[in-house]
């Protein structure tokens, strides 16, 4: 699957709620936008929409495939080695739990981790960002300015630089 490269317009903002704003605005007129933001901001999340994510979704089942060959494997280790100590049970849940809960951590950060490579490198091909020496020469946005990226076509860019334009957008660049 190869991706199209960035076809659209970009704008810096210095206040937070500018790019709030903006976002909000070219939502509503179905506009395909992103955000970038030098730390996570609730603000922008919910310019968003509160964007989901399966992440959380990817933890919970590997976490709890982790607790089940956690309690299974030393369940049937034990069935099958019996080794008999006074009158106790062979399976017995207390010793097993910490070997649970270590598989419980183990899968469920690994899995995250491999998730969020594997989700972000999908994200990335099917929404470009722009690949203009303007943009990625840009460090501010790392920094102490906030952005918003609009894919479109040349007609929504000039809806877009409009409205950028009416929340003081600090610079505007179109990619076509």
Do not use: Q
């Not at 709890?64 to 100590?85: A, R």
């Not at 183990?106 to 722009?130: C, N, Q, W, Y």
Request: charge should be negative.
């Amino acid at each position: 699957m190869m991706a199209k490269s960035f076809k659209g317009i970009w704008g810096t903002f210095e206040y937070i709620d500018d790019a709030a704003a903006v976002i909000d605005e070219l939502r509503k007129d179905e506009m395909d936008v992103s955000a970038l933001s030098p730390c996570p901001r609730h603000e922008l999340e919910h310019a968003l929409g509160n964007p989901s994510s399966a992440i959380p979704f990817v933890t919970l089942v590997f976490g709890g495939l982790g607790i089940f060959f956690g309690y299974s494997l030393p369940s049937w280790t034990s069935m099958d080695w019996v080794l008999p100590v006074s009158s106790k049970p062979i399976i017995s849940i207390p010793p097993f739990t910490v070997f649970g809960f270590e598989l419980m951590v183990l899968l469920g950060g690994v899995s995250t981790a491999i998730a969020i490579f594997v989700m972000g490198f999908v994200d990335h091909m099917r929404e470009k960002m722009p690949d203009s020496d303007a943009f990625k020469s840009y460090g501010r946005f790392s920094d102490d300015r906030f952005g918003v990226v609009v894919r479109c076509d040349k007609a929504g860019a000039d809806k877009a630089e409009k409205v950028m334009k009416k929340f003081k957008a600090e610079e505007i660049v179109r990619e076509f």
